[in-house]
């Protein structure tokens, strides 16, 4: 097996000393940063994306997944920094107002990562206001809001209405969490819902590449 190939199984496969390792390996074999991301590491998250929509992993093997995949960025990113090289898109994530769960968030943010994304993680608690001031900061691509609470989904309408009547940039809204529904997402004006983390990536990849 290449580099590559052993690199992407040791993502997959929660291995993160293994897989750090083999990222440098990759790089002392002159394989370009960039490369290592897109041949190796994204195809890993893909894989590890599927695999927990099929609900043949679980939380544990997906976070232990992400660990491995993050000791691998740790050794690339400055050198992606160096070389000029960006994730092609930005998203911003947090829990609502009045929400402080963040489990589904989390886990959306790092498969988002692991497809290339650039993340901004705003936290729980996140109020309509602060929203809006980091879509004028980061002019993101796609903004993902979550509840798991089903007293806090008005915030994730109130939410989706401030930031379209806020004269923001545009940007698409994609809604998710335990009480949230494709009627609902529908409903409030919201651009995609998605079930799962591995789902978020597939609706989050049809958005931004629509726009």
């Known amino acids: 097996m290449t580099t590559l190939e052993l690199l992407a199984q040791a993502v997959g496969a929660g291995k993160a000393k293994d897989?750090?390792?083999?990222?440098?390996?990759?790089?002392?074999?002159?394989?370009?940063?960039?490369?290592?991301?897109?041949?190796?590491?994204?195809?890993?998250?893909?894989?590890?994306?599927?695999?927990?929509?099929?609900?043949?992993?679980?939380?544990?093997?997906m976070l232990v997944a992400a660990r491995a995949m993050k000791e691998s960025m740790a050794l690339l990113e400055p050198r992606l920094v160096a070389a000029g090289i960006t994730p092609k898109f930005t998203a911003l994530i947090g829990t609502v107002q009045g929400d402080l769960h963040d489990i589904g968030k989390n886990l959306v943010a790092i498969m988002w990562k692991g497809a290339n994304f650039k993340v901004v993680d705003l936290g729980t608690n996140v109020t309509a206001?602060?929203?809006?001031?980091?879509?004028?900061?980061?002019?993101?691509?796609?903004?993902?809001?979550?509840?798991?609470l089903?007293?806090?989904?008005?915030?994730?309408?109130?939410t989706v209405r401030a930031i379209r009547a806020s004269g923001c940039p545009p940007v698409k809204i994609m809604v998710g969490g335990a009480p949230v529904t494709q009627q609902f997402a529908d409903e409030i004006g919201a651009d995609?819902?998605?079930?799962?983390?591995?789902?978020?990536?597939?609706?989050?990849?049809?958005?931004?590449?629509?726009?």
Do not use: W
């Not at 206001?129 to 798991?148: C, M, N, W």
């Not at 089903?150 to 109130?158: G, K, L, N, Q, S």
């Open 192 to 211: 995609g819902y998605a079930a799962d983390a591995g789902s978020a990536v597939d609706q989050a990849l049809a958005l931004v590449n629509a726009a």
């Open 150 to 158: 089903t007293t806090t989904m008005p915030a994730i309408v109130e």
């Open 129 to 148: 206001a602060k929203y809006i001031a980091a879509i004028q900061e980061h002019r993101p691509h796609l903004v993902g809001l979550s509840a798991l």
């Open 19 to 61: 897989a750090r390792a083999l990222a440098q390996r990759a790089l002392d074999e002159g394989i370009p940063p960039g490369d290592i991301v897109e041949q190796a590491l994204v195809p890993a998250m893909a894989a590890v994306g599927e695999k927990f929509k099929n609900n043949e992993i679980f939380v544990p093997e």
